[in-house]
């Protein structure tokens, strides 16, 4: 099962994007031997059209056309699910074990997903009601992709 992060805008240089890599980097090593074939990001460039909703469609569009058939859509927004670790571990290991291709994790532009993402999403998830900035949710989820590979794998970098 391939993991992608779809995100809308791109990261710049720096530490978010480093910190990012390093923890795709990871999930690579740890991944390989439970399945997990690649970790990786695609990025899209925000829509520059007028209206917001106009900006969503667009934006949903890229994100739409490029998922894999079969592959699982969780989309980032602030009105999902907030699960615990071991419950999205649990998660990415059942839509693994069903022989999903890939996990997408999309994240929206500035205005958020469209109604065509949400609708399509096999989850909503939400890293609480407060706004974040995209590159910290990036990488919260870069890093909550890879604690759920250490706690699927028994590796004790996930305490409780």
């Not at 999205?88 to 839509?95: I, K, S, T, V």
Request: with cysteine.
């Amino acid at each position: 099962m391939r993991i992608s992060i779809f995100a809308i805008g791109r990261m710049k240089q720096g530490p978010e994007r480093e910190l990012v890599e390093r923890y795709l980097d990871r999930c690579g090593k740890s991944g390989k031997s439970l399945g997990f074939s690649r970790f990786d990001v695609r990025e899209w460039d925000e829509s520059r059209a007028a209206r917001a909703e106009e900006r969503k469609a667009e934006e949903a569009r890229h994100i739409l056309t490029a998922l894999t058939p079969g592959a699982v859509l969780v989309a980032l927004d602030e009105r999902g699910r907030s699960p615990s670790s071991p419950d999205f571990a649990e998660r990415l290991g059942a839509w693994r074990d069903a022989g999903r291709p890939e996990a997408v994790y999309a994240i929206g532009g500035p205005d958020g997903h469209g109604d065509d993402i949400r609708a399509r999403a096999d989850l909503v998830l939400s890293f609480g009601a407060m706004t974040w900035p995209h590159q910290l949710v990036r990488l919260m989820l870069a890093e909550q992709i890879y604690r759920a590979t250490t706690i699927l794998s028994g590796h004790p970098y996930h305490r409780v």
